[in-house]
């Protein structure tokens, strides 16, 4: 990465520059959602798109999630680039048959005659009392359906190369991210580039114990690295930006190094992504595995709304390293899931005062 071409920015930052670099070379590409033009600009992630590109191109929509995806569809069918946005990724579920039956499906119908080149984008997490209905991690819904491309960048280097080669793709693609990624920072490129759709990355090298985790985990993994190599343990991370198509030719090569597997999801165990994880690594290294992998993911209930059930809720870098002290029989320390004073886990930062 050439220093001189990359500067720091938020991630919100980086998505907004990865629409407008999108916009500026390929004059097919839509956006639109509900929020898009509002005066917060999406998270600030669309801020004044629709001044620079015209109202034609950088649209707000109705309250009528199933049908403007499926005009999305037609735009897609007819030779345009859309992106439809969903604040929420509950949103998102009232759009589902147009997504996972139509979308997913096409180019397979029709021999890859036929392309859909349409990005269904969507955001998820905890924060700011959102609630049962407005915070929920279904990712692995998504990444359950053949036909679809689903990915989960953690850094805002990501969040733009890997948002304008979702806009790029001739196939449909569900483009995620989590609400407490928006205010991080980190270096950017200028201009046009793309990150490759599946493989993950290493985001920490290590020697004793493979963590794997998603999108903002990824940050609680590294937390939880730091606190276990002040006690000798050298924990490599891995961040699986790509749900599907899903490369593990990383993580089997971490896991012959370690042999020992920890996965931590933003998301539930039951049917999860960490599951599907934990199952390949059987599958295909299970020679390599000295004791049983561990997961760390939600509880097997709906996200909570207030912040003293959010912090019993929400796992976090001392559950990570809990995980790691099991996989290497060590006895468990009490003093890892201790929440720090001040912390609040409905909050992703002192600033955040709510998207409106």
Same mark, same amino acid.
């Given at each position: 990465m050439n220093a001189a071409t990359t500067r720091e920015?938020?991630?919100?930052?980086?998505?907004?520059?990865?629409f407008a670099v999108a916009l500026e070379r390929d004059p097919r590409v839509l956006l639109m959602g509900l929020?898009?033009?509002?005066?917060?600009?999406?998270?600030?992630?669309?801020?004044?798109?629709?001044?620079?590109?015209?109202?034609?191109?950088?649209?707000?929509?109705?309250?009528?999630?199933?049908?403007?995806?499926?005009?999305?569809?037609?735009?897609?069918?007819?030779?345009?680039?859309?992106?439809?946005?969903?604040?929420?990724?509950?949103?998102?579920?009232l759009a589902m048959d147009p997504m996972c039956t139509q979308a997913a499906k096409w180019s397979?119908?029709?021999?890859?005659?036929?392309?859909?080149?349409?990005?269904?984008?969507?955001?998820?997490?905890r924060g700011w009392g959102q609630g049962p209905q407005h915070s929920q991690c279904l990712h692995s819904w998504f990444a359950h359906i053949p036909g679809l491309k689903v990915v989960m960048p953690t850094t805002p280097h990501d969040a733009k190369g890997l948002l304008i080669a979702a806009i790029?793709?001739?196939?449909?693609?569900?483009?995620?991210?989590?609400?407490?990624?928006?205010?991080?920072?980190?270096?950017?490129?200028?201009?046009?580039?793309?990150? =490759?759709?599946? &493989? $993950?990355? @290493? +985001?920490?090298a290590g020697s004793d114990v493979t963590i794997v985790a998603f999108s903002y985990m990824v940050l609680e993994a590294l937390e939880a690295a730091e606190k276990l190599a002040r006690e000798g343990i050298d924990a490599e991370v891995i961040d699986v930006r790509c749900l599907r198509p899903l490369e593990t030719s990383l993580l089997m090569d971490s896991l012959r190094k370690t042999g020992r597997l920890v996965v931590a999801d933003t998301g539930h165990s039951t049917a999860g992504m960490a599951a599907e994880i934990i199952a390949l690594a059987s599958e295909s290294a299970f020679d390599s595995l000295k004791t049983a992998p561990r997961r760390v993911c939600f509880p097997e209930?709906?996200?909570?709304?207030?912040?003293?059930?959010?912090?019993?809720?929400?796992?976090?870098?001392?559950?990570?390293v809990a995980a790691v002290?099991?996989?290497?029989?060590? =006895?468990?320390? &009490? $003093?890892? @899931? +201790?929440?720090?004073?001040g912390v609040?886990?409905?909050?992703?930062?002192?600033?955040?005062?709510g998207p409106f």
């Open positions: 920015l938020s991630y919100a930052e980086a998505i907004r520059e990865g929020g898009v033009p509002d005066p917060k600009g999406f998270f600030g992630t669309t801020l004044d798109l629709q001044k620079q590109f015209g109202p034609d191109r950088v649209m707000d929509m109705p309250c009528a999630e199933a049908g403007m995806s499926g005009v999305m569809l037609g735009a897609a069918l007819n030779g345009l680039r859309p992106v439809i946005n969903h604040q929420r990724l509950d949103f998102a579920l397979y119908m029709f021999g890859g005659a036929m392309k859909m080149p349409v990005v269904f984008r969507m955001i998820l997490g790029e793709d001739d196939n449909p693609v569900v483009f995620i991210e989590h609400r407490w990624l928006h205010h991080i920072k980190g270096p950017v490129p200028t201009g046009h580039y793309t990150t =490759p759709i599946g &493989p $993950a990355r @290493l +985001a920490r209930c709906p996200t909570p709304t207030s912040p003293p059930l959010s912090a019993a809720y929400y796992p976090r870098s001392g559950h990570i002290r099991a996989s290497l029989g060590q =006895p468990a320390n &009490p $003093a890892d @899931l +201790a929440l720090p004073a609040e886990l409905d909050k992703p930062n002192p600033a955040f005062t």
